[in-house]
């Protein structure tokens, strides 16, 4: 970008005024069909390609899907995952260059019920969706996103496996692979009987109205789209780890695209991920231990895949999210991607600038040191950006925060996270000292019900919980670890003079709570 | 050439943006005949006035399309056929791709 005289003056001042006669930049004999970027057009020859051979390269480059391993493709319906999928396809076939060689499988969440759909839309949605899967031969699980409010608790414990060095094992597997496999190779249509029971648990299930309307409740209790968006999120991923987990997988494959990615770096940054950039952005993202989420799509630009789509016939099926038919400035990521994109149209590098910044970030300190595993956020399980000393910016934006609020609200110190073991922070904050203290003497009656929520997620969570007029709703599985998380600790705050160390994630104790 | 007075274009619609025209993918159109060739600055307008069903500003922003809808002429990226300054020709297809995360 600091480079933009040079580079973009030309190309401004004179719009591209070549004729439909233009010749494709890399045979130089079809005519072409796109641009891909300025100065470099292509045939649909060629860009077919140049597609496949990127989806393989990133494969290839990364290594970090094994041969035969179950690998799970999480397809939205939408442009970028139906790509992905329709590149897996092509890969498995048998003439395929470069033979992808594991096993996949498909998940589809079907979200209607944050769109108040029906449930004749919605079975409309999920038998379009499932003739889609179908004609791929792949197993597939289609699932309402009611079913997270069945989740266990342990989805958010992320499970830690003892690996070796990555790059020996992946030579391993290779071999191991070549050798066993030449008679019966991978093959997904082998497991038709495995798919056909699969199918069958699968059917649009039976959501019970009521779990369709407590979730509905929860979302209404959620002030604004960004706190909803982000919301959704973080339920959709419990939702497709623990959906791999049970079903075996040890792969996520997701079809997040650059310019996607572009978008939601930016986004981050303004919802205050900013210490969780660089996982949530990376071509793999191991947070969740033992399901390692990959990002295949990362290479390709919205506008090569939906080209590509459309090109070659690849089926999608339109699904309307919470964004669709919103203002622009209706939510921080919708006024984000309607910024990068239309800078794009002026700043054609816009997004690959964007995206090449994001692949030099880097976490600080990854710790796979088990016992003493830094704590991490009870929505996004990344590592917790708030434990930090007093003279960091997150403890100066609590004091300016609370500053600014004394003339309004004098119980906004009930905000500190030392003062909140008071009283639950679910407890809203507007109310006066009377109620917190009341409120602290029935939560000892009480019990469990409530905790201190927001000391257990991230900057970036807890601006989600506080956009919420209430967490009563949210799943069992996150109030019950909640719960759990806040009883452990308390119980290390108890003992905490009888420790030896001052470090007060000893293994001992982690074993006896 | 001038003879030809009308113009039949197909425009089709997809990745979302044919919920702003109530759903509908495929759209047959005859354009009314004017003394210029129509250029797909004119056809927006048109499509603006015509077609569109709700929330203009989702679809056309100023005189262009909306950033991140892609235009194909007759299958090729309009960004090789001159853009807004394309001169229509009679039986094109025109296709809008909006490839925003919603549609």
């Known amino acids: 970008m600091c480079q933009v005289d040079e580079e973009y003056n030309g190309l401004l001042e004179s719009p591209v005024a070549s004729s439909a006669t233009k010749k494709c930049n890399k045979c130089k004999e079809t005519t072409a069909a796109l641009v891909l970027k300025p100065g470099e057009s292509l045939c649909r020859g060629c860009f077919k390609e140049h597609f496949v051979h990127k989806f393989r390269a990133m494969l290839g480059k990364n290594r970090i899907i094994f041969p035969g391993e179950k690998v799970l493709l999480a397809v939205s319906g939408g442009s970028s995952s139906c790509a992905m999928l329709n590149q897996v396809q092509e890969g498995l076939g048998q003439n395929a260059h470069k033979k992808l060689r594991f096993k996949p499988g498909i998940v589809y969440i079907d979200e209607g019920c944050l769109l108040g759909q029906s449930t004749e839309k919605r079975q409309k949605t999920m038998a379009q969706i499932n003739s889609l899967f179908k004609m791929t031969g792949f197993p597939h699980h289609i699932i309402p996103l009611e079913m997270v409010l069945n989740l266990p608790p342990s989805v958010l414990e992320p499970v830690h496996l003892a690996t070796d060095d990555p790059a020996g094992s992946y030579k391993e597997a290779v071999d191991h692979f070549m050798q066993s496999s030449p008679v019966h190779s991978v093959d997904p249509r082998v497991d038709r009987s495995e798919l056909s029971a699969l199918t069958d648990a699968t059917n649009p299930q039976l959501i019970a109205e009521a779990q369709t309307q407590t979730l509905q409740e929860l979302f209404s209790r959620v002030k604004t789209l960004t706190a909803k968006e982000d919301l959704l999120h973080t339920l959709r991923r419990h939702l497709l780890v623990s959906t791999a987990r049970t079903e075996g997988y040890s792969k996520l494959m997701l079809g997040e695209n650059c310019t996607r990615l572009a978008v939601k770096l930016l986004a981050n940054i303004a919802l205050g991920r900013g210490a969780q950039l660089a996982v949530d952005t990376a071509f793999c993202d191991p947070r969740y231990g033992d399901i390692v989420a990959v990002k295949p799509m990362r290479d390709y630009t919205a506008k090569e895949i939906s080209l590509y789509n459309y090109m070659w016939n690849v089926p999608y099926v339109f699904i309307p999210s919470l964004e669709t038919k919103t203002a622009d400035k209706s939510s921080i990521q919708r006024l984000t991607e309607s910024f990068v994109v239309k800078l794009q149209v002026d700043f054609p590098s816009t997004v690959s600038t964007i995206y090449r910044t994001g692949e030099k970030l880097q976490t600080a300190s990854v710790t796979e040191d088990i016992e003493r595993a830094p704590l991490k956020c009870l929505f996004c399980m990344c590592t917790l950006d708030t434990a930090l000393g007093e003279t960091s910016a997150f403890q100066a934006t609590l004091i300016s925060e609370q500053l600014s609020n004394v003339g309004t609200t004098p119980m906004q110190a009930s905000l500190r996270p030392d003062t909140q073991t008071k009283c639950g922070a679910p407890c809203d904050q507007q109310d006066g000292e009377e109620h917190c203290q009341a409120q602290a003497v029935c939560c000892s009656h009480k019990g469990g019900d409530s905790m201190n929520l927001e000391s257990l997620l991230c900057y970036s969570c807890q601006q989600t919980v506080k956009d919420m007029t209430s967490v009563e709703f949210l799943p069992q599985y996150i109030m019950s670890e909640a719960q759990r998380r806040n009883r452990r600790s308390q119980i290390r705050h108890e003992i905490s003079e009888f420790l030896l160390t001052e470090d007060g994630d000893s293994p001992s104790i982690k074993a006896d709570s | ?103």
């Open chain 2, 1 to 103: 050439l001038a003879a030809a007075a009308l113009w039949d274009v197909l425009g089709i619609l997809l990745g979302g943006a044919e919920l702003l025209f109530d759903g509908v993918k495929e759209h047959h159109v005859t354009l009314p005949s004017q003394s210029e060739p129509w250029n797909m600055k004119q056809l927006l307008v048109w499509i603006g006035q015509n077609l569109l069903k709700e929330r203009p500003e989702l679809f056309v922003q100023g005189d262009d399309v909306r950033p991140g809808i892609l235009v194909l002429i007759n299958d090729a990226d309009w960004e090789l056929m001159g853009q807004l300054d394309y001169e229509l020709q009679d039986k094109d297809n025109v296709v809008f791709i909006s490839t925003l995360h919603g549609g």
